[in-house]
């Protein structure tokens, strides 16, 4: 087990846990990782897993610094508010969970259509249980 997941009051044990990195859908100029650079970018924490560390890792492994490549990085303390505030144009890009984008209301209570984003280097053949 490396997390455990609460849903419905129900908690269950994670083998596996992710993370994506995601612009808005009508944001031609964010395609790839390497687009982040220069770009304000969002996460919940320094230390959270599927909303910084994941993403920092994937950026380390494309040569880039998740310091130095974007313009500012900002951290919100709440997964919500980076899928709300990509949604609202106040971040260029978020650093989220797996599941995030699908679980978040905007704020009249609606949840966000995910076709509204875009995940930057999707892994399609990454199963979470």
């Known amino acids: 087990k490396i997390s ?29 990782l390497q687009d982040i650079r220069g770009k304000v970018v969002a ?12 993403q920092f890792r994937e ?5 880039m610094s998740y310091i130095n490549a974007p313009r500012q990085l900002v951290f919100t303390s709440n997964q919500g508010k980076v899928v709300n505030g990509v949604l609202d144009g106040k971040f260029d890009v978020g650093f989220i969970r797996t599941d995030q984008i699908e679980r978040t209301k ?18 399609p053949d990454l199963a979470i249980d």
């Open 4 to 32: 455990q997941r609460k849903v419905g009051g129900n908690t269950f044990d994670l083998t596996k846990f992710g993370g994506v990195i995601a612009a808005r859908s009508d944001r031609t100029d964010i395609q790839t």
């Open 43 to 54: 996460a919940a924490s320094i230390s959270g897993l599927g909303s910084g560390q994941m």
């Open 59 to 63: 950026l380390q492994r494309a040569g």
């Open 106 to 123: 905007n704020a009249s209570g609606v949840l966000v259509d995910p076709a509204d984003f875009r995940v930057l280097q999707p892994q």
